[in-house]
């Protein structure tokens, strides 16, 4: 029997193309960023992350395969959240701090990392940019993981690079892949 994290180890280990920058890897953590320019103003694209997740995370990134069932509550202590069949769920992230169209920042180990000895900390900040909203994101995760997070450092960062590639494709288009070039 398959665990229920197997869908989301299979996403993180397959090398996805869209990878942005690990800032640091070390054997005890890691930091990856992703810096993007998104057309359209702080507010709204704050909106979007917050108020719409379940309409640009990738299916296959949850256990429920069903990024419907994902919420964020964007309040101090509020959860990004994950509702399972038989009224079971998941946290992925608990939010620290929100600023609505300028920063939300949670914490905790996403994915398969939230079974390790590991906590992090995701910072999205945003910023009036010419023509929309510069979107930083930035994810540090550091504690005890087996045979080092050096291992862990690309695969995070393609994985957190294909998902706000499809949360940029949703705001700007309003579907979360981004259609191929004629």
């Given at each position: 029997m398959k665990s229920p994290a197997w869908p989301l180890l299979c996403c993180l280990v397959v090398p996805v193309l869209l990878s942005a920058e690990v800032v640091d890897s070390a054997s005890n953590g890691f930091t990856v960023?992703?810096?993007?320019t998104i057309q359209a103003p702080p507010e709204t694209v704050y909106q979007k992350l917050v108020k719409n997740?379940?309409?640009?995370?990738?299916?296959?990134?949850?256990?429920?395969?069903?990024?419907?069932?994902?919420?964020?509550?964007?309040?101090?202590?509020?959860c990004f959240c994950e509702k399972l069949p038989n009224g079971g769920g998941v946290q992925h992230l608990q939010v620290a701090f929100a600023s609505p169209g300028q920063a939300l920042m949670m914490r905790g180990g996403m994915g398969p990392l939230m079974g390790l000895g590991v906590t992090g900390g995701l910072e999205?900040?945003?910023?009036?940019a010419a023509g929309g909203t510069k979107f930083t994101v930035t994810y540090s995760?550091?504690?005890?993981?087996?045979?080092?997070?050096?291992?862990?450092?690309?695969?995070?960062?393609?994985?957190?690079?294909?998902?706000?590639?499809?949360?940029?494709?949703?705001?700007?288009?309003?579907?979360?892949?981004?259609?191929?070039?004629?």
């Open positions: 960023r992703h810096v993007l997740v379940g309409e640009w995370w990738s299916s296959s990134h949850s256990f429920s395969h069903d990024a419907h069932n994902l919420s964020i509550d964007d309040k101090p202590g509020g999205i900040s945003l910023a009036p995760v550091g504690g005890y993981i087996p045979r080092g997070a050096e291992a862990w450092a690309r695969p995070v960062d393609g994985m957190l690079a294909e998902t706000f590639a499809r949360f940029k494709s949703y705001v700007e288009t309003g579907v979360p892949e981004a259609k191929a070039a004629k």
